[in-house]
């Protein structure tokens, strides 16, 4: 076995340690790294968590890529997509894509007895994924659409059902303008309620049924003015979405939801820097909590040292005896930083206790994503990266002299 690892564990976890002096040193360093390691985890889960929630919720509404004809432009209207030249077959059979469905959009203008406000009418059709879109539904139903019978049921937001003063059941009047022409009414029914809590979405859409936008436009039954596609993991975005550009032809192009959403995207990437200062900052307490423990070991311990010398043990034995010494006195910090920072974690898995602004954050409920790979990097690297910190301080060892360490005792 090697020497100076038996040596460190036996120091360790000697019953000895108990009634020494520094054990109130060792305390504060242990709970010191339990901190470290609590907050680092807790920030990590809740950054990553916070990232996929939002993408996934904006990618979720407007899917993942979207493809439109390049006449769109950013227009609220949706030109004629040239379908002739999208390879939708190999989209559809692409591994990474989990499903396609077809939209069009048009602008409009909601109108009831005490209000009225601009909206965007999004046009979908009978491949409507509604499974996915069931996770933004906070009341009533998801209408069944079909291509042989147009329907008059719409999905509101919640939040322009509650500026319109409108209700699951309730029925608005929206009217369409067309160039040089009278405005287009159409009396709709409100089917359900949604709310995604993205400001950019809740704030002017509504689901409907594509066959107003294709008689709207005066398409024919077959016209669409873009697809959803959306793909199996949100993470491999950038890796899927040169493919599908390959298959959608010249008169068309295709963006992806970070695009479609820059501002929000551009938000979401702070969270990067917030989270790696936070984990820098918490390393950063580890390393001088630790290194002050081994400094206070070395100076109890100079009797200890001197008789190690005294026997034949090098500098650079006695350097790793401490080392090894001050890791293992890590471990109970580290076991117990990560039990509470899962305990935590999955507590608000659960139970949602903490709640947010959604207005600010864009999302209701604190997002955490718990990854124990990650965990276990994190508690890795701190004791790795402690280990070379501690190597300058330990050089303290090779300044004792023998003679005078057993003096001194």
Same mark, same amino acid.
């Given at each position: 076995?090697?020497?100076?690892?038996?040596?460190?564990?036996?120091?360790?976890?000697?019953?000895?340690?108990?009634?020494?002096?520094s054990q109130i040193i060792i305390r504060i360093g242990q709970t010191a790294v339990a901190i470290g390691i609590l907050v680092s985890v807790v920030t990590l889960a809740i950054g990553l968590g916070s990232k996929k929630a939002i993408k996934q919720k904006m990618s979720d509404f407007n899917g993942h890529i979207t493809i439109r004809s390049y006449d769109s432009n950013n227009s609220f209207n949706s030109s004629k997509l040239n379908k002739n030249s999208v390879q939708f077959a190999k989209i559809k059979a692409d591994e990474d894509v989990a499903n396609v469905q077809q939209y069009?959009?048009?602008?409009?203008?909601?109108?009831?007895?005490?209000?009225?406000?601009?909206?965007? +009418?999004?046009?979908?059709?009978?491949?409507?994924?509604?499974?996915?879109?069931?996770?933004?539904?906070?009341?009533?139903?998801?209408?069944?659409?079909?291509?042989?019978?147009?329907?008059?049921?719409?999905?509101?937001?919640?939040?322009?059902?509650?500026?319109?003063?409108?209700?699951?059941?309730?029925?608005?009047?929206?009217?369409?303008?067309?160039?040089?022409?009278?405005?287009?009414?159409?009396?709709?029914?409100?089917?359900?309620? +949604?709310?995604?809590?993205?400001?950019?979405?809740?704030?002017?859409?509504?689901?409907?049924?594509?066959?107003?936008?294709?008689?709207?436009?005066?398409?024919?039954?077959?016209?669409?003015?873009?697809?959803?596609?959306?793909?199996?993991?949100?993470?491999?975005?950038?890796?899927?979405?040169?493919?599908?550009?390959?298959?959608?032809?010249?008169?068309?192009?295709?963006?992806?939801?970070?695009?479609?959403?820059?501002?929000?995207?551009?938000?979401?990437?702070?969270?990067?820097?917030?989270?790696?200062?936070?984990?820098?900052?918490?390393?950063?307490?580890?390393?001088?909590?630790?290194?002050?423990?081994?400094?206070?070991?070395?100076?109890?311990?100079?009797?200890?040292?001197?008789?190690?010398?005294?026997?034949?043990?090098?500098?650079?034995?006695?350097?790793?005896? +401490?080392?090894?010494?001050?890791?293992?006195?890590?471990?109970?910090?580290?076991?117990?930083?990560?039990?509470?920072?899962?305990?935590?974690?999955?507590?608000?898995?659960?139970?949602?206790?903490?709640?947010?602004?959604?207005?600010?954050?864009?999302?209701?409920?604190?997002?955490?994503?718990?990854?124990?790979?990650?965990?276990?990097?994190?508690?890795?690297?701190?004791?790795?990266?402690?280990?070379?910190?501690?190597?300058?301080?330990?050089?303290?060892?090779?300044?004792?002299?023998?003679?005078?360490?057993?003096?001194?005792?």
């Amino acid at each position: 076995m090697n020497f100076t690892w038996f040596i460190s564990k036996k120091i360790a976890f000697a019953k000895s340690n108990k009634k020494n002096l520094s054990q109130i040193i060792i305390r504060i360093g242990q709970t010191a790294v339990a901190i470290g390691i609590l907050v680092s985890v807790v920030t990590l889960a809740i950054g990553l968590g916070s990232k996929k929630a939002i993408k996934q919720k904006m990618s979720d509404f407007n899917g993942h890529i979207t493809i439109r004809s390049y006449d769109s432009n950013n227009s609220f209207n949706s030109s004629k997509l040239n379908k002739n030249s999208v390879q939708f077959a190999k989209i559809k059979a692409d591994e990474d894509v989990a499903n396609v469905q077809q939209y069009a959009t048009r602008s409009g203008i909601i109108r009831t007895e005490q209000s009225f406000a601009g909206v965007i +009418f999004k046009g979908v059709s009978v491949d409507f994924d509604s499974v996915r879109f069931e996770e933004f539904m906070v009341k009533g139903k998801i209408p069944k659409y079909s291509k042989n019978e147009g329907s008059n049921e719409v999905i509101l937001s919640e939040k322009i059902a509650k500026e319109m003063k409108l209700n699951v059941d309730s029925s608005f009047v929206m009217f369409f303008v067309r160039d040089n022409e009278t405005p287009i009414y159409r009396r709709f029914h409100v089917a359900g309620l +949604f709310r995604t809590d993205i400001k950019q979405i809740d704030d002017v859409f509504l689901i409907g049924d594509i066959q107003h936008v294709q008689k709207l436009n005066r398409w024919n039954a077959g016209d669409i003015g873009g697809y959803d596609v959306f793909i199996r993991d949100i993470e491999d975005l950038d890796k899927v979405f040169p493919t599908i550009e390959n298959y959608i032809g010249y008169n068309n192009f295709a963006e992806k939801a970070t695009t479609t959403f820059a501002q929000i995207n551009d938000w979401i990437q702070i969270y990067d820097k917030n989270v790696m200062l936070i984990l820098t900052l918490m390393l950063v307490v580890v390393i001088i909590n630790i290194v002050m423990v081994l400094l206070i070991l070395i100076i109890e311990r100079t009797n200890s040292i001197g008789m190690f010398k005294t026997m034949g043990a090098s500098n650079k034995q006695i350097r790793k005896i +401490f080392i090894y010494y001050t890791l293992f006195i890590m471990l109970p910090g580290i076991f117990i930083g990560n039990t509470l920072a899962l305990a935590l974690l999955y507590t608000q898995k659960y139970f949602k206790i903490i709640t947010l602004n959604p207005d600010n954050y864009y999302v209701s409920i604190v997002p955490v994503y718990i990854n124990l790979l990650y965990i276990l990097l994190i508690s890795t690297a701190s004791i790795v990266i402690s280990g070379f910190a501690l190597l300058l301080p330990s050089y303290m060892i090779s300044k004792i002299s023998p003679i005078k360490a057993i003096k001194f005792q």
